[in-house]
């Protein structure tokens, strides 16, 4: 058996729903799926109860952090449409500011052009911003962050007309990123109903066609990272009335990915460039040192709900085969993670904001 050592795979796109929704996942929960996939840094999402929109709510999810995660984090700031000012003066904080241009779940929502274009010119243009931002939303970020000569990082992109616009943009000299999801990589709408109930394929953007999911694959050079947007709704919730939109991805991104590198489809570090050094270069997020991860990358193995780390207990992938997976993840020297057993105190994560290093 060979055993492939890695660096510690980062995920700028996480969320861990701390705090307000504990019960779908928290710090801890998530932090130890995190170390099961591989991950030893996360990016957290704002959308939370409450939203992170200012210093308190910020505080309320860092103390959490601080107290319960196992690997490395981060926040991103939400941004409002009444927080420009407020949020600029917490940039060193957090890793990112987060801006919600169409709907999804939670109740970060901007909607006008002004707003937008405010909080591109107010927010200090060497911190990072990220835009959910689908199809023609999409065309308007670009515009903007073109006039405000400032980068712009598109969270999962997932069709064809939106990593072409991308592409376009980029030989343009728009200074623009963007991440792609595993599920979007591997999960197409047409395949759903094989295998996924309608209120479990739910998630924000849709699944797409098999021609979307063909340009995600042909366009990779114009792909950034690879970020799960891990969004852990429960299976009651999923099956409920009302299904959220969300899966949960940090236990089998890397599996995906390495069954792909097995069967010819991409390099091995072309992954690593987007699950590592890309991610750390876009949000300048600091060295971790003595930190690796171990892959057998011929383990093959069924990816089951029962086995869920994630609170969540559910995976959409379910029932795939998958081939390569994580041994072992040491953290700063210390094995934090084997054979499934985490040998790691709550609260041993770090903050890796500016502010905080
Ligand atoms: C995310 C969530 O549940 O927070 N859901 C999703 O379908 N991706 C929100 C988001 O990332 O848009
Ligand atoms: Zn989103
Ligand atoms: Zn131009
Ligand atoms: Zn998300």
């Known amino acids: 058996m060979t055993t492939l050592r890695l660096p510690g795979l980062i995920d700028v796109h996480v969320h861990l729903r701390e705090p307000g929704a504990e019960y779908k996942e928290d710090f801890e929960s998530g932090s130890r799926a995190a170390l099961a996939g ?10 939370t109860q ?12 860092e103390d959490a952090a601080s107290a319960k995660a196992l690997c490395d984090y981060g926040f991103h700031l939400g941004a409002s449409g009444s927080n420009v000012e407020t949020a600029a003066a917490l940039a060193q904080r957090v890793c990112g500011l987060k801006m919600y241009l169409d709907a999804t779940y939670g109740p970060l929502l901007i909607q006008d052009l002004a707003t937008l274009r405010e909080h591109f010119a107010r927010w200090p243009k060497d911190r990072p911003i990220l835009c959910h931002a689908e199809e023609r939303t999409l065309a308007a970020v670009l515009m903007v962050a073109h006039l405000e000569r400032r980068s712009v990082h598109i969270c999962h992109v997932s069709r064809k007309a939106e990593i072409e616009l991308i592409r376009d943009a980029k030989m343009h000299g728009i200074d623009v990123t963007c991440e792609v999801t595993p599920h979007h990589l591997f999960i197409v709408q047409e395949d759903v109903p094989r295998f996924l109930s309608p209120g479990r394929s739910q998630v924000r953007p849709s699944l797409a066609t098999r021609a979307d999911q063909q340009a995600l694959w042909d366009n990779m050079e114009f792909i950034d990272c690879i970020a799960t947007d891990h969004a852990p709704h429960t299976l009651a919730e999923k099956d409920g009335n009302a299904p959220p939109p969300g ?29 590592v050094d890309n991610p750390r270069r876009i949000f300048g997020l600091p ?5 690796w991860i171990e892959v057998d990358p011929d383990a093959t193995w069924t990816v089951r709900n029962e086995e869920v780390v994630s609170r969540c207990g559910w995976s959409p992938f379910a029932g795939s085969v998958l081939r390569g997976r994580v041994q072992s993840v040491t953290l700063r020297g210390e094995c934090v993670y084997r054979g499934g057993q985490f040998f790691v105190k709550a609260g041993t994560g770090r903050n890796v904001a500016p502010a905080y290093r």
Request: charged share 15%; net charge negative; proline share 9%.
């Open 38 to 47: 591989g991950f030893t840094m996360v990016l957290a999402m704002p959308n």
């Open 50 to 61: 409450p939203p992170l929109i200012d210093a308190a709510s910020l505080k309320i999810a």
């Open 247 to 275: 899966f949960p991805g940090l236990e089998t991104a890397l599996a995906l990915m390495l069954t792909r590198v097995h069967a010819g489809n991409i390099e091995l570090d072309a992954v690593t460039a987007r699950m």
């Open 287 to 291: 060295e971790q040192p003595e930190t």
